[in-house]
């Protein structure tokens, strides 16, 4: 079954714990984003990668950091989490050229 | 003015009702538009893209695009109460020129479809 996997589902941490959102899609997508979605504030993107290594800011990409080392994942890193990070997190993927973007479950993530 | 723009609802009709849903975007250079529908707690899914001017048919959803005037919108026919959910628009923006993965979400319409 073609899926976009997002690891976890939820997570309660305190300020300055470093954690890492895993990202995992089966569909061979050379495209990956991370948004995170906020009440009245809609769906900002963080972060998206065109290919192996090729990773560039999207609206939103203070305090977080991402890897694409193979194509099948990608990592949204948040070194030093504070609580303006308290979001809903969704890591995308698309076919080349496409745009045309498959969602993961989403990552609810609290910060304390 | 944002990127991307919708009218912010929320939008209530009642069942068997037209729904028009209505995106402004500011970047001449986006070339394809996409409708994506979003039930509470889950994830966005596409229902609908459009790169042409006119309109675009799939069952009881229609997309519009009309590039000079910038503004792409959706109509759902014969509203179901299934249809309720939140409705955004995305637009590829200040990508340079490719258009490949930095994509720029409106900020939602609530759609309600009452029986």
């Known amino acids: 079954e073609a899926q976009v996997t997002q690891n976890p589902r939820y997570l309660i941490t305190v300020t300055g714990k470093k954690l890492t959102v895993t990202c995992s899609q089966n569909?061979?997508?050379?495209?990956m984003s991370w948004y995170r979605q906020d009440p009245g504030l809609g769906l900002r993107q963080i972060y998206y990668s065109m290919n192996v290594e090729v990773t560039d800011k999207g609206d939103v990409p203070e305090g977080y950091k991402v890897s694409r080392k193979e194509k099948r994942n990608f990592p949204l890193i948040l070194e030093s989490p504070s609580p303006n990070q308290t979001s809903l997190y969704f890591c995308?993927?698309?076919?080349?050229?496409?745009?045309?973007?498959?969602f993961g479950a989403g990552t609810r993530l609290s910060v304390l | 003015q944002k990127e991307v723009e919708q009218n912010s609802g929320p939008l209530s009709v009642p069942e068997g009702a037209i729904a028009s849903l209505n995106c402004t975007y500011s970047d001449r250079g986006s070339q394809s538009f996409f409708w994506y529908r979003q039930y509470s707690g889950k994830s966005p899914e596409l229902i609908m893209f459009?790169?042409?001017?006119g309109d675009k048919e799939d069952g009881r959803f229609t997309a519009q695009l009309n590039k000079a005037s910038q503004y792409v919108s959706l109509l759902i026919r014969d509203s179901q109460p299934s249809d309720s959910a939140t409705y955004l628009c995305a637009a590829p923006t200040n990508a340079g020129g490719t258009s490949y993965g930095k994509l720029t979400f409106g900020q939602g319409t609530i759609l309600t479809v009452h029986p």
């Open positions: 459009i790169y042409s001017n």
């Open positions: 569909m061979n997508h050379e495209y």
């Open positions: 995308a993927s698309s076919f080349n050229g496409k745009n045309i973007q498959y």
